[in-house]
């Protein structure tokens, strides 16, 4: 088997994201760091494999695949037989893929989006030499607190956001998940808060301590 090559970085949320896809799975993989600083995601060859000039990117073989869920996607259809299958087969019916399919949607519509404009106030802000307005952070907490009490109504009856069997899903949330901490996000450990999500508080847990994200962690 031909060892795949992920273009990223390692503290990038979305080549963590493919990272940890690849530590599921098993699949062999070889890291080409690259850095912003050196502006590779300008050059033509990069611009080829990822036309909007982000990281990362997959190549298997010579196939380049961009777009972090994109790839973990691929992976998953390339690789059935490698690790879990952490999508619904088809035969698992209509409805078991419809509860996957809207667990990756509420990751990439509603999570993603809230964590990010927290992260950029609170890290990309003061590492470009900005400052951090709390006055935008404040009610994007506020957002996501009100929706963790939906994620409490899903994981009180299944283990994951799809079931009783982890998906990409729930994958896709450990990269930013690994951030409350540092960002100082505390409805998971703030122990008045918590107890409003006991379901949400385990499911998390036990996302952070899986050998694949103890793995892709940034040193």
Known sequence: MTTLKVHGHPRSSN????????????????????EWSA?????????????????PYLDD???????SRAIARYLVAAY?????????AASAGAKALAAF?????????????????????RFVKP????????????????LLEEKLPGYERILSKTKYLAGDEITLA???????????????????????????WPHVVKWAEELLARESTKATAVQ
């Open 80 to 88: 059935p037989a490698k690790g879990p299958a952490l999508v619904p």
């Open 15 to 34: 080549t963590r994201r493919v990272l940890l896809v690849l530590k599921e799975k098993e699949i062999p993989y070889e890291l080409i760091q690259s």
């Open 101 to 121: 399919e809207q667990a990756a949607a509420v990751e990439a519509s509603t999570f993603n989006p809230l964590l990010e404009g927290i992260l950029h106030e």
């Open 61 to 67: 073989n010579g196939f380049k695949v961009f777009e």
């Open 39 to 55: 502006a590779e995601h300008t050059e033509p060859a990069w611009l080829e494999a990822h036309p909007f000039g982000l990281m």
């Open 170 to 196: 729930d994958l896709f949330h450990i990269p930013l998940l690994n951030f409350f901490v540092p960002a100082r996000l505390d409805m998971l450990t703030n122990e008045d808060k918590a107890k409003k």
């Open 127 to 142: 590492f470009q030499g900005g400052t951090t307005d709390e006055t935008v952070v404040a009610p994007l907490i506020t």
